[in-house]
């Protein structure tokens, strides 16, 4: 019993001396205060003016002797591969998404995807162009006849010479489904048709033709299908392009507060070997005054060692973080700032937005481009449906057609001479008559000259003069009728594009429920993000509260070197756990935009 309270008496006794000596080394030489470690949100550049290049690590652990000095180790450098460090560029959250809106090659396929549905629209209107054609030609034609009126005389052929041209306009009507056609034509004809009284002649035509569907392509064609497809389409692209252009921003967000805190993390991780390196000093000197061990300079150095570790893992991470950033926001490896570092500079965000869960599902089922998406598939289903139910019905087309034409050309009399008598009756009654002494009978012939209607001779400009003032018009039009029977095709057409609609109800009802989930989800990350802020916050400056602490207890002599550099370490730790959730928070805040549509509203961004 007597040993056990000896024993401890002389520890006691040997605390009181350690605690004077030290106290007395306090009184005789004030040590250097070792600075408390600060980061500033506002800023994440690195100050590499002074930084020295870091020295080779030594390979074996230095031998523990009371002679024992640590070696003065320069901090560790803070250059990095690809990179210019001197040359920084200050870039802002806003100003790397206008970078990346105009660079990003996803973004551009997103444009030309775009244009290309505005060429499809134009082609789809194209339908309606009219189709202008004409036709010239020359032509020579015998054609053999018997008739005695047929006018070929001896030869026993009509050969007729025509020269000619005819113009064309057809096309679909954009109302009703309506079709037109309109031609104009005109020639010049030779003959030799002893009958002919025109020769040359010159006719020309002007026809007019317009079909209107009754039934069957009335509200809706092919044509007019064709068209608003491609608006949908064009609307459809519209929609894809917002989401690809969402998507693109979130992660031209995600990458930005990685990079932020990288950065800062590396301020963090560098000033805590500033801070060790302070406290080797220190015990440095208080070893040459025999007030600690020498083991502690290695337990010293061995804490600088790790620190320099984390120096150069937080030095990868920034690298890492930095190229998915340029990758994001520069349009290739050959662009100028490929090789610049950049510095975030837009303020960490330490508030998260206060948006009820029914507030946001709403914002979200309105603005997501996946609903959009869905509902333009809904409506191009519906103009499918449409058309094909319209095959169905029979085909009744209302058809008129006014035809004016035109003639004139060179006068050809045409003088017959005949007879009124049989000649072989006459010359036998004439006979009859001499041998009686009566006087013969005389018959003069009949000549008959056959000209060509007055207003019909003239020129080509008199066949059109005749063509305009419609003097020999043509009428018609009539109901034609097509009954369809079977006509399994369009019931096939129609079935599959019901089946479609249905099938695009069932996705939007599972896309609706994805979208709510998504929205709940980044709410819930969004305030656990600010949760884990506020613990982190509340557990940094506790850290720093013990840590000063502990500082104040081995200025006393009342601790040890271990404990002092325990609760370095988990200053250290609460520090970078406390920069990781201000990431967080800003990252839950740009998924909670994500999820709720409105990420192009709040960076107010417009498309065009």
């Known amino acids: 019993m007597l040993y056990y309270f000896s024993k401890n008496i002389i520890k006691i006794l040997n605390l009181l001396i350690v605690g004077f000596c030290l106290s007395l080394t306090i009184l005789a030489q004030t040590p250097t205060p070792i600075p408390t470690p600060t980061v500033k949100p506002e800023t994440n550049k690195v100050d590499t003016t002074k930084v020295v290049p870091s020295a080779d690590l030594p390979n074996d652990p230095p031998p523990i002797a009371p002679n024992f000095s640590a070696p003065i180790r320069p901090l560790p450098s803070a250059e990095r591969v690809g990179v210019e460090a001197e040359n ?18 996803d973004i551009d396929s997103s444009r030309i995807n775009v244009k290309i549905a505005e060429e499809n629209l134009k082609g789809a209107k194209g339908a309606y162009d009219p189709q202008l054609s004409s036709e010239s030609f020359h032509e020579s034609r015998t054609t053999p006849t018997a008739s005695t009126i047929g006018g070929a005389g001896s030869s026993g052929g009509v050969t007729q010479t025509s020269t000619g041209a005819t113009a064309t306009a057809e096309g679909l009507s954009p109302k009703a489904g309506g079709s037109y ?12 048709n002893q009958n002919a009284t025109l020769n040359p002649q ?71 070997v500033k801070q060790a390196r302070t406290q080797l000093e220190s015990n440095q000197r208080l070893v040459e005054k025999g007030v600690l061990a020498p083991i502690e300079i290695v337990s010293a150095t061995a804490q600088i060692t790790t620190f320099e570790q984390n120096v150069y893992s937080a030095q ?21 700032l490929w090789s610049r570092p950049l510095t975030p500079i837009t303020p960490v965000e330490i508030q998260a937005p206060r948006v009820p869960l029914d507030t946001a599902v709403a914002d979200a089922l309105k603005n997501r481009p996946e609903i959009q998406q869905l509902q333009t598939n809904s409506e191009i289903n519906k103009i499918n449906t449409d058309f094909f139910r319209d095959q169905t019905k029979p085909q009744i087309d209302l058809f008129g057609t006014y035809t004016s034409n035109g003639l ?15 000649t072989d009756l006459l010359a036998r009654v004439n006979q009859l008559s001499l041998s009686s002494g009566l006087t013969p009978l005389e018959f003069p012939p009949i000549v008959t000259v056959t000209s060509p209607p007055a207003n019909l001779v003239g020129s080509y400009f008199n066949s059109l003069g005749n063509l305009f003032a419609q003097d020999y018009p043509t009428y018609r039009f009539g109901v034609r009728l097509s009954l369809p029977f079977g006509n399994r095709v369009a019931e096939a057409d129609l079935g599959k594009s019901l089946a479609e609609g249905s099938l695009i109800k069932n996705q939007r009802s599972q896309t609706e429920q994805t979208i709510e989930a998504e929205v709940r989800n980044a709410l819930q990350s969004l305030r656990s993000a600010e949760a884990r802020l506020a613990s982190a916050t509340a557990s940094r400056a506790a850290s720093e509260q013990l840590f000063d602490s502990e500082q104040r207890q081995f200025r006393a002599g009342t601790t040890t070197v271990y404990l002092v550099q325990q609760r370095q370490n988990d200053l250290l730790i609460a520090k970078s756990r406390e920069l990781q959730a201000q990431t967080d928070l800003n990252k839950a805040i740009a998924n909670f935009q994500r999820a709720t549509g409105t990420t192009l509203t709040v960076n107010n961004i417009v498309l065009k």
């Open 316 to 336: 990868d991470t920034v690298t890492q973080a930095e190229n998915t950033l340029k990758t994001l926001i520069l349009k290739d490896r050959t662009a100028d």
């Open 408 to 422: 004139a050309g060179g006068a050809n009399n045409i003088t017959r001479t005949s007879t009124a008598v049989n």
């Open 181 to 192: 056609s309109a031609s104009v034509s005109s020639s010049v004809t030779t003959t030799n």
């Open 202 to 272: 010159y006719p020309s035509a002007v026809t007019l033709t317009y079909t209107q569907p009754l039934w069957r392509g009335l509200r809706t064609d092919n044509a007019r299908r064709q068209v608003e497809i491609a608006k949908k389409n064009l609307s459809l692209t519209d929609a894809q392009f917002r989401q690809r252009v969402i998507e693109n921003i979130n992660r031209v967000e995600q990458a930005y507060w990685d990079l932020v805190f990288a950065l800062r993390n590396l301020q963090v991780q560098i000033d805590a």
């Open 88 to 105: 920084q560029l200050p870039i802002t959250l806003d100003e790397a998404i206008e970078m990346a809106l105009k660079n990003n090659n």
